[in-house]
């Protein structure tokens, strides 16, 4: 319980306060440790607080992505509110057969004696976060804006003009030369995208990262525009192919990705999530979720996570995560707060 936090403590400013870590089990618990350790690799609680109630759930990488997450999450809080037939469950009929490539060897011989062996802790940089709501009106004038600057043979997205948008108001907050170079990173689904990867997938990761690079100087001199169409070349450079190509080399070289190896250095950003996650689509018979925070998990400086938004409809909201004096001179930054609506 928590009769000394109320739900405006946490949805009533940008600032997100740091008791809400507080709120999500298994915080900075690596995939690994599950097997070293012996832990769940999904845990939920449950807070009360003085006029609502908050439930965390934390899911361990290994087992499921944001796709697999949000659906499980769903379709408990259908069970949960009764009077539903397990068999008629709205969610997605979920397919839990691994996926592998026809060439991969079985079993998958890996490069260390031990499980403890990968294990890799990283240190966390100092960072706060806020989260940021733009109504549907708001990302339209963004997308309006956004290709009214580029080609007419080229349609940017409302999600890649509200990134653009983010990306240039973070990089003037770093106070980043004209020189310096940035990227933009984005997880591509591969759910539809890669034969035998079902929509119903239930597997971990199936996603790719896919990455805009650029300076700092043309994102800022090059306008909205530009920079949205950097992140819209970025989707389409997905290929099928060298994604097999590349799973068939690491059954036989694996190697890893740790949390460490994606720090920003404060140059660059990352975006996790997606705007369509059905996050407000839960009910556990309390009532409907009024907001979404998420808890310290991969927590980086420029980490930005996106949610649908709580208007629904095409409105999105940020949870965007940098050192504390860059986040200050971003919320005084005028032209990126006149897109944001309000703080939930």
């Not at 068999?87 to 004696?113: M, N, W, Y």
Request: with cysteine.
């Amino acid at each position: 319980m928590a009769p000394g936090v109320a739900v405006a403590d946490i949805v009533g400013s940008v600032h997100i306060p740091s008791v809400v870590w507080a709120f999500f089990p298994l915080n900075y618990v690596l995939g690994a440790d599950a097997a070293t350790e012996s832990l769940h690799v999904l845990s939920a609680q449950v807070t009360e607080l003085a006029d609502g109630v908050f439930i965390g759930m934390s899911m361990n990488h290994s087992v499921g992505d944001g796709t697999a997450f949000w659906e499980f999450f769903n379709a408990w809080s259908e069970i949960n509110r009764g009077g539903v037939d397990l068999r008629e469950v709205s969610s997605v009929a979920p397919v839990h057969q691994r996926f592998f490539i026809d060439t991969s060897p079985v079993p998958v011989r890996l490069p260390f004696g031990k499980l403890q062996d990968v294990v890799r802790r990283f240190e966390r940089r100092t960072v706060e976060e806020c989260f940021f709501t733009f109504s549907a009106a708001s990302i339209q004038k963004l997308k309006a804006r956004a290709n009214s600057e580029t080609a007419a043979t080229v349609t940017i997205s409302s999600l890649q003009a509200l990134l653009a948008h983010v990306w240039r108001a973070v990089a003037r907050a770093r106070r980043l030369p004209p020189e310096q170079e940035t990227s933009y990173s984005l997880l591509i689904g591969c759910r539809g995208r890669v034969k035998g990867i079902t929509q119903g997938y239930m597997g971990n990761n199936a996603v790719v990262l896919a990455k805009a690079s650029s300076t700092v100087g043309e994102i800022l001199d090059k306008g909205l525009g530009w920079t949205a169409l950097q992140l819209n070349r970025v989707v389409p450079s997905f290929d099928e192919a060298a994604m097999v190509e590349w799973l068939d080399r690491w059954t036989r070289e694996p190697d890893f990705l740790y949390a460490g190896n994606l720090s920003s250095r404060g140059v660059s950003v990352l975006t996790g999530s997606s705007p369509r996650f059905d996050v407000f689509g839960n009910n556990f018979g309390w009532g409907e979720p009024v907001a979404v925070r998420s808890g310290p998990g991969n927590k980086l400086d420029g980490k930005l996570t996106v949610f649908e938004g709580p208007e629904r409809g095409g409105s999105m909201s940020l949870e965007v995560c940098i050192a504390p004096e860059a986040l200050e001179r971003l919320i005084a930054d005028e032209e990126f707060m006149d897109a944001v609506s309000v703080p939930m």
